[in-house]
């Protein structure tokens, strides 16, 4: 059985390797844990469904593997036979988030020797960044620039489905022509109707739900952002810098993601929706969208908010469906959250504020506080994690759980193009790694705290590892102690955290030695791997969940064709 295109969106894993790998751990917590993914990061944009639904437009047929997922779900598919059943003339990859720095870079090398003729093409934020030194792999034929490729993508395939390799008159493009590498110029940068197209979700809808598996969608308004957070690269300094754009906030046709809720149909009662990036929609803009969801009929949202959410849009969302806001103070101290580009109200405003967000209707409001930022110390996280225990007491008789504090370290990454990433000294940063062969090289690096590019003068890398299960697993406990978590879920975490210390510490004495590991200890490294990576979970509900019914679970290739290429299970 072959599968067939014009043109196939390849999601690699982190490490293109990670089921072998017996060299590196992929500990709890190294992918923050806060998003239901493993830190092999399976989720893959969701700016492909603008591409692959602006192709079909044009009659061209895209199709989008999961490969990271498909690893993870099914351990013994041979990805390399895999690959050879897929025929395109172009293959994608994003390389959107740096965590995609290892898998998208070695597996392009995969397709590229398995699939020679077929033209490599990368894209997304850190490919934009990055664009000169990437499109220098020998694997990579293209790199489009941009936060809205749907017009270059478009005029590319069209070229390579008529034979044309001719791609000077196409914009945003680096790419190789015979012995040197052409730039076309980065020139399209739509100012309004971002990513011009409907998204279809009508392929979720038969998805079963299930105890463990609910189904999640998730929407995307805009690109770039209104706001100017130092560690983040969507911010207004990042994209000015990345994009070469004056205006950093695009939004979508309003239109389009009404028209998008709807593809659900009847399964949206059913569904959960993610709401990102609503922070830096305008109230019409905002109430029109909450009018949809209810028309449709959605079971729950979750909204990002960047300030605290106004009375009338409180009531909006209380009266739309199952609301959920989602705070990042990052920090109670205001001077760290101020300088981490929040600090837009204090915790006081905020206490006062959350009686008011669940009197209107509100389900839930969770809390996310970073460690990374400037000023924080270890005794700052510890006393965030104090402040977090003040707020369950505070809200525990009322309220139950619905006021949820979580903090999680930011990894494995400061991204590229960010103010902090740019002006390191100015904020109190340093960094480790700057080009994107040092990212790639240390993705695979045996500890996670060796593989964050940044530290901060108030915390080494050593310290952000280490600080960062001491909050957690204090967190955890205190959850547990006031009920917010069930003691079996409580014990299960602290389990996997006294377990994923005591492994790191005997890597980091073992590596310190010789630099090498010696075999009865790559042998539990093994077997960790294995373990952490057969479920997803997330800070939020910590419960091991089987991998499958996710929106970016692979769809695409049939089960009759995994179960051709799968191999006997390894020892």
Known sequence: MKLTADMFLLHAPSVYDFRDRDDMLFAYLSDSDSVNVTSVYEMYPIGWFSIKQRLADHDLDCRIV????????????????????????????????????HGAIELAAVVKRIHPEALIVFGGISATYFARELVEYPQVDVVVQGYDTLEPVTRLVEAVVRGDRDFASIPNLLYKERDRVAATGFSHKPATDYNNVRNDWSYYQSTPVTPLSSKLIMTLPNTGCAHDCGWCGGSRFAYRNIMEVDKTLVRKDHDLIVEELKTMGEAAKYTSIYALQCYSEGKTRMHSYLDAVREVGYQSVSFEQFTLTPADTLAKMGASTDSYIMLSPESHDPKISKAAGRGTY??????????????????????????????????????????????????????????????????????????????????????????????????????????????????????????????????????????????????????????????????????????????????????????????????????????????????????????????????
Not at 67 to 80: G, K, Q, T, W
């Open 66 to 101: 999961n490969i990271a997922s498909l690893m993870l779900r099914y351990p013994d598919l041979d990805v390399e036979r895999l690959i050879g059943r897929l025929e395109a003339p172009v293959i994608g990859f994003d390389l959107h988030w740096m965590t995609q720095c």
């Open 346 to 571: 204090t915790m006081a405003e905020m206490e006062d504020w959350i009686p008011r967000a669940l009197d209107a209707g509100i389900k839930g409001v969770m809390i996310w506080f970073f460690i990374g930022m400037p000023y924080q110390d270890a005794r700052s996280v510890r006393d965030t994690v104090a402040y977090s225990e003040r707020l369950i007491r505070r809200f525990a008789g009322t309220a139950g759980s619905a006021v949820l504090p979580l903090i999680c370290p930011m990894v494995p990454f400061l991204d590229p193009g960010c103010r902090f990433f740019e002006q390191p000294e100015k904020h109190g940063y340093r960094i480790h790694h700057r080009t994107l062969e040092q990212h790639r090289r240390a993705m695979v690096e045996p500890l996670w705290y060796r593989r964050l590019n940044y530290e901060t003068e108030w915390l080494s890398r050593r310290d952000i590892q280490d600080v960062s299960y001491e909050a957690i697993e204090r967190l955890v406990t205190i959850k547990g102690e006031h009920g917010v978590l069930s003691r079996v879920f409580c014990e299960a975490v602290l389990k996997t955290i006294d377990q994923t210390k005591r492994l790191l510490a005997e890597m980091d004495h073992a590596f310190s030695l010789d630099g090498r590991f010696p075999p009865e200890l790559r042998a539990e490294m093994r077997a960790y791997n294995r373990k952490i990576l057969a479920y997803s979970s997330d800070q939020i509900l910590p419960i091991p969940r089987p991998f499958g019914g996710r929106w970016f679970d692979d769809v695409t290739v049939p089960a009759e064709l995994i179960r051709e290429l799968s191999v006997p299970a390894r020892s």
